[in-house]
Every structure is written in C-alpha cells, then in structure tokens.
C-alpha cells in the first residue's frame, strides 16, 4: 500500500537516484538534500515500505506555487501514484495556484495534469536543453 509523507533525509539518495534515472537534467543529491532546510520548499514522497515509488517537490512564494519535479518510478508507473502526488501536494500547499513546466512531447504528464484541472497559460522556448525542447507552463487555481 502506497503512503504519502513528507520528504525525509532518509529518501533522498533514492530521490537523487530517481533524478539521473528519469530526468536529463537530474537534481544531485545535494540538491534535494538541500530542499530538506528549505522553508518555502514542500516535498512528497509515495513510499512503498521503505522504498520510494515516487516524489513531487515545490516552492511557495507569495501564496504561488511552483512543482519542481515529480517523478513515479517505472515499476509504478500507470497506477495513479503521479495524481496522488499532486492531489496531495495541492491539499497541503499553503498557496491559492500551482504552475509547472512540462516537455511538450510529454503526452502523458500533459494529459495527466489536464484532467486534474491546469490549464496552459503559456510556453518557454528552448526551455529543456538535453534533448532542447520547448515547456508548457500550466497553471491551476483554487480558493484557499
């Protein structure tokens, strides 16, 4: 059974595993060590026992938040842990929006943050630079 905590010291080298396993442009385990002290930053993780299925982080700043990254391990994948992620995030982030950048060959992500409500509100050129590739910035907006 999946559970969802907040980050903890002892999940980050899976988390950094995670980041170079997933991701062309990996946060080091520095990196999201340092999300840890970060007051404005909220990590999630879906643990799986001790492992860690998946993650999601953001910043708050102002009421706005922003997801850093949210990744589902492949052996997880396509069981909803991802919308758990951010239906979590969203239920205890102290902000009224949260914006994202996502590849626009990402189909899956796009469909998946789509039907949790975002919308496009716009588009960063040449964002992503391993492949290059332009980002979708969605947003979602609640009362809070």
């Known amino acids: 059974m999946i559970e969802i905590i907040e980050m903890t010291e002892a999940q980050v080298p899976?988390?950094?595993?995670?980041?170079?396993?997933?991701?062309?442009?990996?946060?080091?385990?520095?990196?999201v060590?340092?999300?840890?002290?970060?007051?404005?930053?909220l990590w999630l993780t879906a643990m799986d026992g001790e492992t860690v299925a998946?993650?999601?982080?953001?910043?708050?700043?102002?009421?706005?938040?922003?997801?850093?990254?949210?990744?589902?391990?492949?052996?997880y994948r396509r069981?909803?842990?991802?919308?758990?992620?951010?239906?979590?995030?969203?239920s205890r982030l102290d902000a009224h929006c949260l914006t994202l950048e996502v590849r626009v060959t990402n189909e899956n992500a796009i469909r998946l943050y789509q039907s949790l409500g975002f919308l496009q509100v716009g588009r960063?050129?040449?964002?992503?630079?391993?492949?290059?590739?332009?980002?979708?910035i969605l947003r979602k907006e609640w009362g809070k």
């Open 14 to 31: 899976q988390i950094a595993l995670m980041e170079k396993e997933i991701f062309s442009d990996a946060w080091s385990e520095n990196s």
């Open 33 to 41: 060590r340092g999300e840890l002290h970060n007051e404005l930053a």
């Open 54 to 75: 998946g993650y999601i982080g953001s910043q708050t700043v102002l009421g706005e938040a922003d997801m850093l990254n949210l990744a589902v391990r492949t052996e």
């Open 79 to 90: 069981q909803g842990i991802g919308r758990q992620l951010v239906e979590e995030l969203i």
């Open 124 to 136: 960063r050129k040449n964002y992503y630079q391993k492949p290059r590739e332009d980002a979708l």
